[in-house]
T-cell receptor, first 109, second 113 residues
Framework: DAKTTQPPSMDCAEGRAANLPCNHS???????VYWYRQIHSQGPQYIIH???NNETNEMASLIITEDRKSSTLILPHATLRDTAVYYC??????????FGAGTQVVVTP | DVKVTQSSRYLVKRTGEKVFLECVQD?????MFWYRQDPGLGLRLIYF???????EKGDIPEGYSVSREKKERFSLILESASTNQTSMYLC????????????FGPGTRLLVL
């Protein structure tokens, strides 16, 4: 199963865009990139996923490089409620989600 | 919106007790999963089920069993709770193939004394 690498932490000012990078250099051709976030002591919340094209929904945008070895999650206008740990995951065999350490995002006023 | 609910947010049990954790989803999803989450170890899959009465072992099934008698409900059972089962337990569900998006419940934080 492909592993991912994310920076451990990131600060973002409220109202600004937050760009969260993720490396997944061993990803296979049919593996999706998923993003979840987890606010302290709550269950993970699904954000977005993609295969090779860029994706956008009401929460975020996902930019995947052409070689698929890295991606960036963009929160267009960060709010204080976006403070959370963000996980980038490559969905492996049997649908098993493997969360790494993630990126702790702190949005400041 | 997908709704996955878990029977308790916090639970305190004694060593040796039998513990039942219940998970219910309201979206008619075929697949349901039980994970545990521990600091430094990330999320680990305990069991999953892709249909009623079907179950498959995940990475760490020892000390646990599961039951899926109805499509919407997936129960995790700790036959004889031990202190090393103190953890956050997360239930998830998904539809279609096993690689579809999983939606999580709020989690149950279990403390075994």
């Amino acid at each position: 199963d492909a592993k991912t690498t994310q920076p451990p932490s990131m600060d973002c000012a409220e109202g600004r865009a937050a760009n969260l990078p993720c490396n997944h250099s061993t990803i296979s051709g049919n593996e999706y990139v998923y993003w979840y976030r987890q606010i302290h002591s709550q269950g993970p919340q699904y954000i977005i996923h993609g295969l090779k094209n860029n994706e956008t929904n009401e929460m975020a945008s996902l930019i995947i490089t052409e070689d698929r070895k890295s991606s960036t999650l963009i929160l267009p206008h960060a709010t204080l409620r976006d403070t959370a740990v963000y996980y980038c995951i490559v969905l492996g065999s049997w649908g098993k989600l493997q969360f790494g350490a993630g990126t702790q995002v702190v949005v400041t006023p | 919106d997908v709704k996955v609910t878990q029977s308790s947010r916090y639970l305190v049990k004694r060593t040796g007790e039998k513990v039942f954790l219940e998970c219910v989803q309201d979206m008619d999803h075929e697949n349901m999963f039980w994970y545990r989450q521990d600091p430094g170890l990330g999320l680990r899959l305990i069991y999953f089920s892709y249909d009623v009465k079907m179950k498959e072992k995940g990475d760490i099934p020892e000390g646990y069993s599961v039951s899926r008698e109805k499509k919407e409900r997936f129960s995790l059972i700790l036959e004889s709770a031990s202190t090393n089962q103190t953890s956050m337990y997360l239930c998830a569900s998904s539809t279609g193939g096993l690689k579809e998006t999983q939606y999580f419940g709020p989690g149950t934080r279990l403390l075994v004394l």
